[in-house]
């Protein structure tokens, strides 16, 4: 069974048709990226699959169990863990701390009022931020990082919940060329690993190219190219919205 | 039929007095988005000047009306001082910090006030030209109040068409909508907050001169009159001024035909509606939400790290003095410590709503005189022996914590913070105004500890242990998972969420929890004094409580404790030393926004790390 399902998803805000009818599919363990000029409708289809936004019409099923319009924090606890565009962390606490959040909303520990946090699920928090490169960061706050490093603490983040789908929304902005492809790998063995599902948008295309198992074309909210990445590569209509432009690395 | 319409108009005229004032308020906060609570004083400010103008001027037309617009140019020329030297420095700094400022002008101006005008209450003539009334439906109305309905529309009037019809005015409504974007376009951003907070403080001067011929001007009118522009305001929604029109003549009305058909609730019902309109419209009538917050990671607030060291020394020496001192005091320094102790604990559990919470609560005294309320009425009606009444204390403000702060904490911002005002008000209003089972205004007596801890050093060491526990306890709290999910719905709601934490849960639990431990400080305290009156649930209480979070810093729990010390021992010392010790208090507050804008706790912090670091 696919991880995630996506049919017909539909959001027009005011008069802008941002997504026009989308659908497709990632199976565990795949890596799919989603590519298209800015404004092409990305990040709001994004903001749909884990409840952000409600879609204006269409269905989102995980695992074959309909989470369409459910409030985001339902959706991360169906297996279900993202990145955002503009980095989300907690400003006030150290790196150690934000994946420490994510581990303890894992196990339903939140509500606890007497154990202090830095007796919590700190080994495993440890672990994953060292597997992601970040062990040297661990105790700074993520206040005052760079944004690369953001990226991955909110990679981190997305991971403590074991997700089944992996939703990253452009995971390598603010980082160099080389951190890029590096960050992609690593998070293509992981998913490989343990059958996650990865969803991703990406401006460069190197990263697309070498690291997506499938690639669907966006633009103008609506789909019009899917398929391996030497079949899209060719594909006329993509070289002219998108390649053709000459815009193979743009801003966000 | 007749009386109706007469109440109507009465009730216009207040309206339009109440526009007047409102109006200032909205438009200073529409641009610079501080929260004056000065405000009511400039409007006091308006109505003594003006009698010293109206008295002191030659009798006539001339003189009354010239007093009058005099005495409002004066006012402004008052807050365009204070905006010079104080709030032009501290745009940027939190809101709260500006309201702090703002409180601490409330203090020097009544305190100059009482200097300059003395305690009495002065009565103004009447104006010339409109003594007397007109006949209407056959009974007669003032003519004053006639005069008095037809200003405030003229006002609106007026300003909309300077908003509306000068490039000043394009201005001012920009930098209401985005003041970034003004600041972007290289407007002389400076010139028009001041141009603004001059204009909104003459329109509060002229409200308050306007009264003269109404009421006697007194040293209650500031606070008394803020409270009211504030529901105004809110209910209008905030930099509206059609909406502050609107919630005019609704508060105005209501005021007039709540007297008629339910006399004792009139307090209640204002609030009550404020409430209301807050719930159904989180942004009041005409407000516009405000856009989106910029930024996710963007939260200044630091990392809370493990006490360091000289602090947990200090801790350590207060503990020790604390437990060993009142040993040699006497009965009145052992009444001052049992306070010290309670006020602790009373800022502490403010503390876990604004520091961690993020939010802000005007009102949190409620949770206090609920708890003091709690453990009178079960001593009183119940005969319940004292450790039954200070449990009855957190059960009962627990309880209406968690009814009010359900809705409190759905709102943002100053939203949440006046509705967590109404509320207060509405307790209050309830303990003043259910005499039979309150007391009212006396109050309820007799409320004394079991013979056991009647002794004061017993009930000091009591109370010292239930504070120092629930205080140790709200620490814990706030270094376990539910402190940090509390924290992590502040620094970013949106990653909260996405890491599913349900935000408005782990708000509304925190802000019961606070009620809780509030109630447990106001239940020590009623015992302490042996009575409690609505005075313990009033604003000025809130206020304290504000002032020793904000004193002492907001960012870790030894802030409000320090803070909490400070506070209570400056007053404490104060009022024993001078009459003046508003004007004293309000100096050291102004100061400390100014030079210490973290608190006390949080400049020694950052003092000893930078010591540290150089090391
Ligand atoms: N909250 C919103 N309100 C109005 N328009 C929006 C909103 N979010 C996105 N849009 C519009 O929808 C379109 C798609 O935006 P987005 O999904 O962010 O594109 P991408 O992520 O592909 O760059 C754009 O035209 C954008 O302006
Ligand atoms: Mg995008």
């Keep these: 069974m696919a991880t995630l399902e996506v049919e017909a998803l539909r959001k027009s805000f005011g008069g802008v048709q941002a997504v026009r009818g989308v659908s497709f599919a990632v199976q565990p363990g795949e890596m799919l990226a989603l590519i298209g000029p800015n404004g092409a409708g990305k990040s709001t289809c994004f903001n749909m699959l884990n409840g952000q936004l409600r879609p204006d019409a269409g269905r989102v099923r995980l695992l074959g169990q309909d989470i369409t319009g459910l409030a985001p924090r339902r959706v991360w606890r169906l297996g279900v863990g993202r990145t955002f565009q503009i980095t989300a962390t907690f400003g006030s606490m150290t790196v150690l701390e934000n994946v420490q959040m994510a581990l303890l909303s894992h196990h339903r520990r939140l509500g606890q009022l007497w154990t202090p946090v830095s007796r919590m699920d700190r080994a495993p928090a440890e672990a994953l931020l060292a597997r992601l490169g970040m062990a040297a960061q661990a105790s700074r706050p993520c206040g005052i990082l760079a944004y690369g490093d953001l990226k991955r603490v909110e990679l981190a983040i997305a991971l403590a919940n074991e997700p089944k789908l992996l939703l990253m929304d452009e995971p390598t902005a603010g980082m160099a060329p080389q951190e890029r492809v590096g960050l992609m790998a690593l998070t293509a063995g992981i998913a490989r690993e343990r059958g996650i599902a990865v969803l991703f948008t990406e401006h460069d295309m190197d990263v697309v190219f070498s690291h997506a198992d499938r690639i669907l074309v966006l633009d103008r909210g609506a789909l019009i190219a899917e398929g391996a990445p030497a079949a899209v590569r060719a594909d006329p209509r993509v070289r002219e919205v998108y390649l053709g432009s000459g815009a193979t690395q743009g801003g966000h | ?615």
């Excluded at chain 2, 109505?47 to 009306?65: D, I, M, Q, S």
Aim: glycine letters at 12%; a positive charge.
């Design chain 2, 1 to 615: 039929m007749e009386n109706l319409v007469l109440q109507a108009l009465s009730g216009l005229a207040s309206a339009s007095s109440l526009f007047l004032v409102a109006a200032g308020l909205t438009v200073i906060f529409g641009v610079s988005r501080i929260v004056n609570f000065a405000h009511g004083s400039f409007y006091m400010l308006g109505a003594y000047l003006a009698w010293t103008l109206v008295t002191t001027l030659p009798r006539g037309h001339l003189g009354f009306w010239g007093g009058v617009v005099a005495a409002a140019l004066a006012t402004g020329l008052i807050g365009l001082v204070v905006e010079v030297l104080l709030l032009r420095r501290i745009y940027r700094a939190p809101e709260l910090f500006q309201l702090l400022a703002t409180f601490g002008v409330v203090l020097i101006v009544q305190d100059l006030a009482l200097l300059t005008w003395g305690a009495q209450d002065l009565l103004g003539p009447r104006a010339p030209g409109l003594r007397g009334g007109t006949e209407i439906l056959g009974l007669r109305f003032p003519d004053y109040e006639l005069f008095l309905i037809v200003v405030g529309p003229v006002v609106l009037g007026l300003l909309l068409l300077l908003f509306h019809r000068t490039r000043w005015g394009t201005l001012v409504r920009a930098a209401t909508l985005d003041r970034e974007m003004v600041g972007a376009l290289g407007v002389n951003q400076r010139m028009l907050f001041t141009s603004v907070f001059f204009l909104g403080s003459v329109l509060a001067g002229l409200g308050g001169a306007l009264q003269l011929p109404r009421e006697s001007v007194n040293l209650h009118m500031d606070l008394s009159i803020i409270t009211e522009a504030f529901v105004v305001v809110v209910v209008g929604g905030l930099g509206s001024l059609g909406g502050a029109a609107l919630a005019a003549l609704l508060i105005g009305e209501l005021h007039a035909f709540g007297i008629l058909v339910l006399p004792k609730i009139t307090l209640v019902l204002v609030f009550l509606v404020m409430a209301l309109v807050l719930v159904v419209r989180p942004h009041g009538l005409l407000g516009k939400a405000p856009g989106p917050a910029h930024g996710g990671a963007g939260s200044a607030e630091p990392v809370i790290g493990p006490a360091p060291r000289p602090l947990l020394w200090l801790g350590a020496a207060a503990l020790a003095t604390a437990v060993l001192l009142p040993l040699l005091a006497g009965d009145y320094a052992l009444s001052v410590l049992t306070e010290f102790a309670i006020f602790v604990l009373f800022a502490a559990s403010l503390h876990l709503i604004m520091g961690p919470g993020g939010m802000a609560s005007f009102g949190h005294a409620a949770y206090f005189g609920l708890g003091a309320y709690g453990a009178a009425l079960a001593a009183k009606w119940l005969a319940a022996p004292m450790l039954l009444g200070l449990a009855a204390a957190p059960f009962a403000a627990g309880l209406f914590g968690l009814l009010f702060g359900w809705f409190c904490v759905r709102l943002s911002g100053v939203y949440s913070a006046m509705l967590t005002l109404a509320f207060a008000q509405i307790a209050w209003s309830v303990a003043f105004q259910w005499v039979e089972v309150t007391g009212g205004d006396n109050g309820i007596l007799g409320v004394w500890p079991d013979s056991w801890a009647a002794p004061k050093l017993v009930y000091y060491y009591l109370t010292l242990a239930l504070c120092l526990g629930a205080t140790l306890l709200l620490r814990r709290v706030i270094h376990a998972p539910f402190g940090f999910a509390l924290r992590a719905q502040r620094d970013s709601a949106l990653r909260a969420e996405a890491i599913g934490i349900d935000a408005f849960r782990t708000r509304w639990l925190a802000f019961a929890l606070a009620a809780v431990m509030a109630g447990i400080a106001g239940g020590l305290f009623a015992y302490a004094k042996g009575s409690v009156f609505p005075t313990f649930l009033g604003i000025p209480r809130s206020v304290d409580a504000l002032l020793m979070v904000l004193l002492g810093g907001v960012q870790t729990l030894s802030g409000p404790i320090i803070g909490a010390l400070a506070y209570t021992g400056l007053q404490e010392q104060l009022v024993r030393l001078t009459d003046l010790w508003r004007l004293i208090l309000g100096g050291i507050i102004v100061a400390l926004v100014l030079f210490f804008p973290q608190g006390l706790a949080g400049a020694a912090r950052a003092r000893w790390e930078a010591s540290r670091g150089d090391a």
